[in-house]
DNA sequence: AAGTGGTCTAGACCACAGC
DNA sequence: CTGTGGTCTAGACCACTTT
């Protein structure tokens, strides 16, 4: 290996790009669990026949896009959903003061039924499939501030419905400790909207009052969509903060 | 230097941040324009004294950060704001169709002015200092869908006001070519507000509508605030996008 | 003390751009 | 052809965490 080691494989030309690849691979069927450590850097270069600094190059891509963790003296960590990455990657609403405040939510609704067609589009799933269709509202110092409707294909979560009214605040640890599903990135598309009947009550508003309106998919660590989120927020204590660098 | 090179500052010990941190105030200070070429990574390295690993670690760290584009066979390039980057760091307003248009402006207003002690706040200016501001309205297909004004403090854009409606569509190519200001990073809140008549009549829209309010603060290569954005959107036929990740 | 990731170096070859 | 950045390797030392 020292002496012929280019594009052993034709598929993923670089090297440190193949390393990543079967990681990811393995990450994804989990024979890391979240929080568990990697085996060294110099364990992985033997493992996979290649120079420690390939391996390297390969950790520090997965630490750039936030699959591990890197802990000097200690080792490289499976990113878990631990409440201070939910915070920082997936909470973007904000008090007026500038500061980021964890909303607790009530469960208004938990049931499975089927898939409506823009459902099913954005989950990339059958029109008509089964769906556990999560209604809540989520409160800021306890304000109602947030009505939350979320759609999750049932393949991907069975028995999730079963919780009702009991599921945890933070969805995204439930998904990664009992479904073994890691929400790794999400598009979101934001509009203005004005609130009907159905947002004005649970929120205390007016019916008519601008709202904004939050279409959230998430996707997990192979890039499919997992959940579906609409989310409609006041806006008068809150506003949503986007850092364009 | 190829023996005893560990912190030869005390201030930012590693090398490679170092260098970085030289090569960033270079920038800033007009050394190299945008578009040319920086010195090749060999240059670089006796220049500075340091191995060409390193050069190349902190180049990388500036490609991450958009500060410097490379290109294998050319050379590593100052970063400039074309169409094409304006339009994927700065631009998340998306058709219905999930396409980004480009929208064409109309210059409603561009006066000189006394800063409000918002803007002065926001600008980190002193309250009442010169300022600029200028009203547009942008059009995508022909049709007015965004208002916008614009906070600029006169001081970092000398002249700017004689542009009057003459201003080019895409402002941060003019500050980086006419005023060295290169906008670097951008911070943005969003709220989701009711068109007062002031924002109804140009957008053709009825007053009481939503509109999706952005107010950016857009920062250049040291972090500094230079201009302020008030932008209220249509979004019946837009959204805005946003991807986390 | 032992093991981990972080930094730095030096040298090799490859892929690509431009003359 | 020359020069550029991109990849890969090997080995050194440092800073940190854990035992």
Redesign the pocket.
């Known amino acids: ?2 002496e012929s ?3 052993e494989s034709p598929t993923l ?7 990543r690849r079967m990681l990811v691979d393995r990450l994804a069927s989990g024979d890391w669990s979240p929080g568990e ?9 033997q493992l996979y ?9 390969a ?2 891509t997965m ?1 750039a896009e936030r699959l591990v963790v ?7 960590e499976v990113a878990k959903h631990d409440s201070e990455r939910s915070l920082f990657q997936f909470w973007h609403l904000y008090g007026e003061d500038g500061t980021r405040q964890i909303p607790s939510s009530k469960v208004l609704k938990c049931t499975r039924t089927t898939a409506r067609a823009g459902e099913a589009r954005l989950l990339k799933i059958k029109r008509g499939a089964p769906v556990i269709r999560i209604g809540r509202c989520r409160y800021i110092n306890d304000q109602p501030l947030i009505i939350e409707w979320i759609t999750l294909p049932a393949e991907r979560f069975p028995g999730i419905e079963n919780y009702g009214k009991d599921l945890p605040n933070t969805l995204y640890s439930l998904y990664q400790k009992h479904y073994r599903v890691t929400i790794q990135t999400a598009v979101e598309k934001l509009r203005a909207v004005t609130a009907d009947r159905r947002d004005a009550e649970p929120l205390g508003i007016k019916a008519g009052a601008p709202l904004l309106e939050i279409e959230r998919v998430a996707l997990d660590l192979e890039d499919e969509p997992v959940e579906l989120r609409m989310s409609r927020c006041d806006t008068q204590s809150l506003h949503y903060r986007n850092v364009l660098d």
């Open positions: 290996m020292t080691n280019q594009q030309h670089p090297l440190y790009q193949q390393v450590l990697l085996p060294s850097e110099t364990a992985l270069a026949g290649v120079s420690q600094g390939t391996i390297r190059k950790l520090d630490a890197r802990h000097q003296g200690r080792g490289t």
